[in-house]
């Protein structure tokens, strides 16, 4: 088989290029679309309500980590919701967006959310400094 001959090998940047421009337009069925996302299926995320996040938001406020507790942190990669992720694959993730362009329609929803954030936690912060 062609797979068994190429493992452990790695195509040179021509040919991943190649390979990108042979791929551009490419429709994939739909039945190849349910193989790639039967995987996924049945895999249960840990909940997170918008009121856990606004709990667990100010509970946290004016509090400090230590440096013990942020290195727990980092290597548990359990930040906020979701998954946890191996060093590993988030370097892999890492290296799959370098050299990614962000359309300016993103750029500035990105900008939007960042400063309506900035704003909530400014009033959140004044109220619990005004109990």
């Not at 797979?3 to 290029?17: E, F, L, N, Q, Y």
């Not at 421009?21 to 996302?37: N, P, Y």
């Not at 890492?94 to 750029?107: D, R, W, Y």
Request: contains cysteine.
């Amino acid at each position: 088989q062609m797979s068994i001959s190429r493992k452990g090998k790695k195509p040179t940047d021509a040919a991943r290029a190649a390979q990108s421009l042979a791929m551009i337009g490419r429709k994939v069925s739909v039945e190849t679309r349910e193989k790639i996302g039967a995987p996924q299926r049945g895999v249960k995320r840990q909940p997170c309500s918008e009121e856990l996040k606004e709990q667990n938001s100010l509970r946290m406020i004016g509090k400090k980590w230590t440096t013990e507790q942020i290195a727990k942190r980092v290597s548990t990669r359990k930040a906020g919701c979701g998954y946890a992720k191996s060093d590993e694959a988030r370097a892999k993730m890492s290296a799959s967006h370098k050299g990614k362009k962000i359309s300016p329609e993103v750029i500035a929803k990105r900008k939007a959310t960042r400063a309506r954030n900035t704003a909530i936690k400014a009033a959140q912060l004044q109220q619990a400094f005004q109990r």
